[in-house]
């Protein structure tokens, strides 16, 4: 008999599983379904990475390479997050991860004592509570405002922070709403850190896919620097998210920790990756423009279809590409006799009624609420809407 830690009766199993079932059981039936629940870019890697990494394999590259990333890539970062995000940082300051999951991950293992807190904004992505209690902490969430579009926590900052508090992530550009935060709400965020000694670790994640309003760095507002762990990743911007690199950047004494604790679960990230990653950063960056120009493109198309829908309250997403409708004023209706209670069950309503797939908002932290992709087609997307508002019409 296999006994397992007791580790694991803290972690979540994924509460989106139901609706993925049913949706691939649809689909394996040949039912036309338009699926909104991707949470990865539609496009493919860009041929010249792609090429880049041939070359890399046929060149032999494809050893052990120094755990923290090989220096030209890390060289490439340094020069990337000066150019984009004006920061400085040295090599020794950045290390390469198997994603910027495994970045957050190494950093929650470096800084989290047991019962220590970690405030996550809510609605937040789904890794961030489970990888803060894999590493013995707990989450503390601090609830996001809808009524200011998410750029804000609904109580001032500082009352989220106890003397357990050891970090903050905020995630801006945000997965799953969109939002990017507010300055002020970022300067109180960086005076309680400074205040309080807490480290913030910034998923930066979805930088490069904003619109209207170009990102700023965490690490680059007053004072940021100094108490910001700066994480990215080459998965959304390059459409890259199979290839496994991510990378942080912060304090020496931070990155050497997650450097000593990657040493011993993983090693380097992906060698050809690597390779295939400096010439991603070094090079022609009109695809990925192109790519984020496809996005605002469809952010626009899903936003104005949702906004006309009956019952459905949306907030305009300024990044990534994900928009996260309230959807709670259809709560309590039902159709066939059948009763929608919640987010699961609205995304069950959506499958079986629309064949729409959307992510129920439980799994960010909102139930209210779901996840729409709009890293799919404009077609699938307009043609989903679609879908959507003619299900509604079923609820009584
Ligand atoms: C907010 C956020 N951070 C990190 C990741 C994972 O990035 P990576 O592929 O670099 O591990 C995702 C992917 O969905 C994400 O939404």
Redesign the pocket.
């Given at each position: 008999m296999v006994k397992l830690s007791d580790r694991m009766d803290k972690i979540q199993p994924s509460k989106t599983m139901a609706v993925m079932a049913l949706a691939k059981d649809l689909k394996a039936q040949g039912i036309d379904i338009v699926d909104l629940g991707a949470?990865?870019p539609d496009f493919p890697t860009p041929e010249y990475i792609r090429d880049l990494a041939t070359k890399a394999m046929a060149d032999g590259y494809t050893k052990y390479t120094k755990v923290d990333g090989i220096p030209e890539l890390k060289e490439a970062i340094a020069l990337k997050l000066k150019r984009d995000n004006d920061l400085n940082y040295s090599p020794e300051q950045i290390i390469v991860?198997?994603?910027?999951?495994?970045?957050?991950y190494n950093a929650m293992m470096a800084v989290v004592n047991e019962g220590d807190e970690v405030i996550i904004l809510s609605p937040y992505?789904v890794?961030?509570p489970e990888m803060v209690k894999m590493a013995d902490g707990e989450p503390v969430f601090a609830e996001l405002d809808p009524k200011a579009d998410y750029r804000r926590t609904l109580k001032p900052f500082e009352e989220y922070v106890t003397d357990r508090t050891v970090a903050v992530i905020l995630?801006s550009p945000?997965?799953?709403v969109g939002s990017l935060l507010d300055d002020d709400f970022i300067a109180e965020v960086i005076k309680t850190a400074r205040e309080k000694d807490l480290l913030i670790i910034s998923?930066e994640?979805?930088e490069r896919i904003t619109f209207e309003n170009k990102y700023k760095s965490i690490a680059a507002y007053e004072g940021g620097n100094e108490v910001t762990l700066t994480?990215?990743?080459?998965?959304?911007t390059y459409s890259?998210?199979g290839w496994?690199?991510?990378f942080a950047a912060g304090a020496e004494k931070l990155i050497k920790a997650m450097s000593k604790i990657q040493s011993q679960v993983t090693s380097n990230a992906n060698s050809i990756a690597q390779k295939a990653s400096v010439g991603a950063l070094n090079g022609d960056q009109s695809e990925a423009e192109m790519m984020r120009d496809k996005y605002w493109e469809r952010r626009d198309v899903v936003y104005e279809g949702l906004s006309n829908l009956p019952g459905i309250k949306v907030n305009k997403p300024e990044g990534?590409f994900?928009i996260f409708p309230d959807v709670s004023a259809h709560y309590g209706k039902s159709v066939n006799g059948k009763s929608i209670n919640g987010s699961v069950e609205f995304a069950e309503f959506l499958i079986e009624h629309a064949k729409v797939v959307v992510i129920p908002g439980v799994a960010f932290g909102s139930d209210n609420n779901v996840r729409i992709s709009f890293a799919v087609p404009k077609e699938e997307i307009e043609k989903g809407i679609e879908r959507i508002g003619e299900a509604l019409n079923l609820l009584n």
């Open positions: 949470g990865e991860s198997c994603g910027a999951k495994h970045a957050i992505w890794s961030f995630n945000s997965n799953p998923d994640t979805y994480v990215n990743s080459m998965s959304k890259m998210t496994r690199i991510g990534s994900f």
